[in-house]
């Protein structure tokens, strides 16, 4: 069983979305190569991310394994993960994914988002 970590200290929600791009690398376990389709990551942590998407992952029908390719701020890094929740939206799903993160993920996460909310308290000053 699998336990939410909304409530982790280190979450941050974007003001306006992050559009991305995903893949899905593995259903109930098999390799599946998909194209590629989009999201919105609405909160960003070391562990998780909150999406919303028109895509329908059928959970928890099945074990869904995505690769989301994300641009914070500098570069684009693949994150691994797996959809541990979805739910009808408006426009879509709104979906958990948990994330398989490391150090290096970790630390990419907080100095991205670092350089993020800086450059967005920046321009905030400048208005």
Partial sequence: MHYSRREEPFRYTFPEPLECKFQITRINGKTAGSSFGSLRIIDLSW?????????????PAHQVELSL???IMSEERELSGVVVHQEEAESGYLCGIHLDSDNEIREWVTSE???YAWQAVKNKKKK
Avoid: P
Wanted: hydrophobic share 55%.
């Fill in 47 to 59: 562990n998780g991310a909150k999406i919303a998407t028109a895509f329908d992952f059928q959970h």
């Fill in 113 to 115: 988002l670092k350089a």
């Fill in 69 to 71: 390719f994300v641009q």
